[in-house]
């Protein structure tokens, strides 16, 4: 293929559209990156000559299955199941496992392309994959949850395995839905293997896995703030959601000198001028976790908080911000309030949780805006590591994993100057699509077309 014939951007973005109809979230997250990648491949031929992209935005498979379960009334309930397997040119496919309402094969799809980048950023061996299912495990009893994840894990198992698939937990699925389904694995094939992380240290997980995400968001929030010269000492912090990646994110920021001043949940967002502190923290973990409570009960609990219904915290002033809860829940409006606010850095704890209008809004602001496939990169990470020590059937201790875990974001957030930074100022979302692009890429070239 001569360079003039080159697909050009325009072109490629048609035939996603074309391929993935009614898809918006999965071409959302493709044309995200391809914009990056088509000014770095340029005339690198070998890129184009393999259709890398095009290959890279077509999952390997999607597995989609029935999964029967009977509810508490004896009633029978019928959910959707899914596995998508993006790329596995630099490892098992790895990625969580949701559980939502909101979980079609386009979230999904949109994830495990992203994944596919976040895994290669971390250096670790891993490629991207993600599943779920549009079961919903709010109101449900424990006795439900476990019947589904069995019903949902007795489908699943065939198409995962320690080398082939390693699913993680995700929006609703935390430590007790994955010891479910590691249960039901287990029983089903009579195998004890590290088909699964996120588990419990009693049977193979690693010390950390439940910080690491919103820790590691954090450190690389850090880590653009030192190349500029500056700090997170002092700094006001507004944080999105209250589930595991938000207050460990607000709990590694206090540590470092900042104020987190929000938390949201489905609800809407609790704003405490005071700053929320450790123990403020910990009530929060023990309300989500085990009382299943919502956010706006903080408010009766801490005095000078208040609760904000239906809203999101992005109009709160702030120097800096984590969107921790989902995806596309901060607007092109949000950014430009949270820019005329003064705020300084974005770091996503979510999976893309920037609509791509907010996205260029930050960008254009020259914000310094950290993606989420290089800023929650660091709960993949420990994953990656959990798969290691099982592995090697060792545990590593808390002050190794930690070193580990900051050495793999200080890692990340190298290789996106590498490719990111140009004339002074540094486009971590550039650099994140480039680096993680250019790993998967290289990979796929040495094997041919497979």
């Keep these: 293929m001569a ?12 035939g996603v559209k074309r ?19 088509f000014d770095f491949i340029g005339d690198k031929e070998e890129y184009h000559e393999q259709q890398i992209l095009r290959r890279i935005a077509e999952p390997d498979r999607i597995v989609s299955f029935r999964v029967c379960w009977e ?8 959910q959707r199941g899914y596995r998508v397997q993006n790329n596995n040119a630099i490892g098992p496919y790895k990625g969580g496992i949701r559980f939502h309402p909101s979980v079609t094969e386009s979230v999904l799809k949109f994830l495990a392309f992203e994944q596919t980048f976040k895994n290669a950023l971390t250096g670790l061996p891993m490629g991207g994959g993600k599943g779920g299912s549009n079961f919903n495990p709010k109101g449900k009893s424990v006795r439900e949850i476990m019947r589904f994840c069995q019903s949902f894990m007795t489908e699943l198992y065939r198409h995962i395995g320690a080398d082939i698939d390693v699913p993680a937990g995700d929006i609703g699925v935390g430590g007790r839905e994955i010891g479910y389904m590691f249960g039901q694995y287990k029983r089903i094939t009579n195998q004890f293997t590290g088909v699964l992380t996120g588990k419990g240290l009693e049977y193979g997980g690693s010390m950390i896995r439940p910080e690491a995400t919103g820790y590691g968001a954090v450190y690389f929030l850090e880590n653009m703030l030192k190349h500029k010269g500056q700090g997170l000492e002092g700094r006001v912090a507004v944080v999105s959601g209250s589930g595991n990646v938000a207050t460990h994110a607000a709990e590694k920021l206090v540590q ?5 001043v929000t938390l949201s949940d489905s609800g809407g967002f609790i704003h ?8 403020k923290i910990d009530w929060v973990k023990v309300h989500k976790t085990h009382r299943r409570g919502r956010i706006e009960e903080y408010c009766d609990h801490f005095t000078g908080a208040t609760f904000h219904p239906g809203k999101t915290p992005w109009n709160v002033p702030c120097d800096v911000a984590l969107p921790c809860a989902t995806q596309n829940e901060l607007s092109v409006e949000d950014a430009r309030a949270m820019i005329a606010n003064g705020v300084v850095a974005v770091s996503e704890g979510a999976n893309m949780p920037t609509t791509l209008e907010g996205v260029h809004a930050f960008k254009d602001a020259r914000i310094l805006f950290a993606p989420g496939k290089a800023a929650n ?7 990656g590591l959990e798969m290691s020590q099982n592995s090697e059937r060792r545990s590593w201790k808390v002050e190794e994993l930690q070193t580990m875990l900051r050495d793999i974001m200080d890692g990340i957030h190298n290789r996106c100057l590498e490719y ?10 550039k650099g994140a699509n480039i680096a993680g692009f250019k790993k998967v890429a290289d990979a796929m070239l040495a094997f041919g077309v497979v």
């Design 71 to 78: 509810d508490d009334n004896g009633c029978i309930r019928v």
């Design 272 to 279: 405490d001028p005071d700053g929320l502190t450790q123990e």
């Design 19 to 37: 391929r993935n109809p009614g898809q918006p979230e999965f071409v959302q997250a493709v044309q995200e990156v391809a914009q990056d990648i």
């Design 256 to 260: 470092l000198g900042a104020k987190p």
């Design 420 to 429: 990111g930074e140009r004339d002074g100022h540094v486009d971590y979302v």
């Design 377 to 383: 990169a660091g709960g993949v990470a420990v994953s």
């Design 3 to 14: 360079v003039s014939d080159h697909v050009d951007f325009a072109t490629f973005m048609e």
